[in-house]
């Protein structure tokens, strides 16, 4: 069932395009609004909450760090983001007027659905995020926006992610334009634009073979520093978790402003840092980040869209993804992180379906 594919993670890779196709247009009618069905989220409702509470675990979470940036941005409303495991034992403030969203690509990891359940009893209204119909998560929550990723076999979580974002950019535009605060010109940009989505991530997947000549050169590091600012900071996460798991690479990830309060000491001659310069807004804040790991010897590869060709100075090597939003990056930015680590994977000589000490679920504690 690997369809001509070698392994389950390159063909889910390449299924990205029909998933977040197919989440998109499930909910959208023909003149583009965003449909709930059956989701229960009046605009009284919405006024009525104060606070959006975002929880969940590894890629999950990250997806959720996306869904922070776009809701307050969006909807105007404040939101909190923690890991499972840590929400479940903190005794967080949640109460009646919190909005609860898990984000689960299985609906069975046992710290989201704990941490659901302690959210529940505090009163929070529980939205959750799931892929697998009937699962724990779902059948627990008030509300389930289903992704429509199809089954997801790899342990390295990739259409699940992508298919996570396009729940949080529709929950955080309907919010945000029920509300009132969105206005028609803008909501009707992002629906175009996120309906852009399928075809540009196919002009991603079509630079494969460069993407594979970049691992080649790299595959035998066992050190790596990803780094970006905004949106692209919570992409670097997710890129980093993606090559260490299934490369076995010590990699880590840090958002690029904070290198030089610690981290920038560890950058000498030769150091790979994988560099996200995704966001016009930032880009030349990156460029100077750029610079500063470069002064210091790293070897850089550079991520940026494909007009700002200004970052071929500072990096050793560059990829591209096609000109879209800054809100929307990580849907395409993700991707070519997804390719680089899998490639390295199987450089390696990785199982990378199956790594070590890893489970597809995490149902313990
Ligand atoms: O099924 P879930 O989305 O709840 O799983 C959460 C994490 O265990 C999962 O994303 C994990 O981090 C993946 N191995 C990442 O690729």
Not at 80 to 100: C, G, M, N
Not at 155 to 172: F, G, M, N
Request: aromatic fraction near 8%; proline fraction near 2%.
């Amino acid at each position: 069932e690997k369809e001509g594919y070698d392994h389950f993670m390159l063909k889910e890779i390449h299924e990205q395009p029909k998933g977040i196709y197919e989440t998109l247009n499930r909910r959208l009618d023909d003149n583009g609004m965003i449909k709930l069905d059956g989701i229960s989220l009046t605009k009284e409702e919405l006024d009525r909450f104060n606070k959006v509470y975002i929880v969940a675990c590894g890629t999950a979470y990250h997806a959720g760090l996306v869904g922070k940036f776009v809701i307050e941005k969006l909807a105007k409303i404040p939101v909190e983001i923690d890991v499972a495991s840590e929400f479940r034992y903190r005794d967080p403030f949640v109460d009646d007027k919190t909005l609860f969203i898990a984000i689960s690509q299985s609906g069975e990891t046992l710290d989201t659905l704990a941490a659901l359940r302690e959210a529940k009893n505090k009163g929070a209204r529980i939205l959750s995020i799931v892929n697998v119909v009937g699962s724990s998560v779902a059948r627990e929550s008030d509300d389930v926006f289903y992704t429509w990723a199809g089954p997801e076999i790899a342990v390295a979580s990739t259409k699940a992610y992508t298919t996570q974002l396009v729940c949080l950019y529709l929950i955080a535009l309907y919010m945000g334009y029920t509300k009132g605060v969105v206005e028609d010109a803008t909501y009707h940009k992002y629906i175009e634009e996120l309906k852009a989505v399928p075809d540009k991530l196919r002009e991603v997947l079509a630079q494969e073979e460069q993407i594979r000549n970049i691992a080649k050169e790299l595959y035998k590091r066992e050190q790596v520093f990803f780094i970006g600012r905004g949106l692209d900071s919570g992409v670097s996460y997710e890129g980093s978790l993606k090559l260490k798991e299934i490369s076995y690479i010590n990699s880590f990830a840090i958002a690029a402003g904070e290198l030089k309060h610690g981290t920038i000491a560890l950058i000498e001659q030769d150091t790979l840092v994988i560099a996200l310069a995704t966001q016009d807004r930032l880009f030349e804040k990156m460029l100077s980040n750029i610079q500063e790991v470069k002064a210091r010897g790293a070897y850089v590869i550079g991520l940026a869209k494909e007009n700002n060709r200004e970052i071929e100075k500072q990096s050793n090597r560059v990829i591209y993804i096609p000109e879209c939003m800054d809100e929307i990056t990580p849907l395409l930015s993700v991707v070519p992180l997804q390719i680089l680590a899998y490639d390295i994977a199987k450089l390696r000589g990785c199982d990378i379906d199956k790594p070590k000490n890893l489970a597809k679920s995490v149902t313990v504690e």
